[in-house]
């Protein structure tokens, strides 16, 4: 029966570099929200308030990626959520929706420093390789580093810990 993997981590912790990887290895298809917001909402973006406009967004984008990975499922495949999830809430809600379905959910935990994201940040900004959607400024990861809500003893101890 096919699995959801959530992808679990800050800015730069190495979600989509992992998930081409483990596409291929699960036959798993990916569902990344950097994609999805770029080519929906970046020409759009304002200049101020831009975090709530931008949350508005991700939720919508959030919604429509759960409809369609039932889709994916139907079909055997297994489904990557590349979303970050940031906050408990988020993670609780999109286990729970699945639960209520009866389709397992993998998380893997990406348990990175702040010093070697940073790093891989500026890196992903500079040579625009495969996993480049859009350009990360020190002010905006610093900012999603007061977002990221890590794992709970409770969450831990059922995750896929990823150290690199």
Known sequence: MAKVHLLIGNTGAGKSTYATGFSEAENAYILANDEWF????MKDMPTESVYEWSLERTERIEEQMLKESLKLLKF??????DIG?????????????????????VAHYFDVSSEVRWSRVQKRNLEKAATFEFEVSKEIFDFCETLFEPLEVSELTTAIIIKN
């Open 38 to 41: 770029k080519t929906l909402y």
């Open 76 to 81: 055997n495949l297994n489904v990557i959520l």
């Open 85 to 105: 999830f940031f906050k408990k809430s988020q993670r609780d809600r999109v286990k729970n929706f699945y639960s209520k379905k009866g389709i397992e959910v």
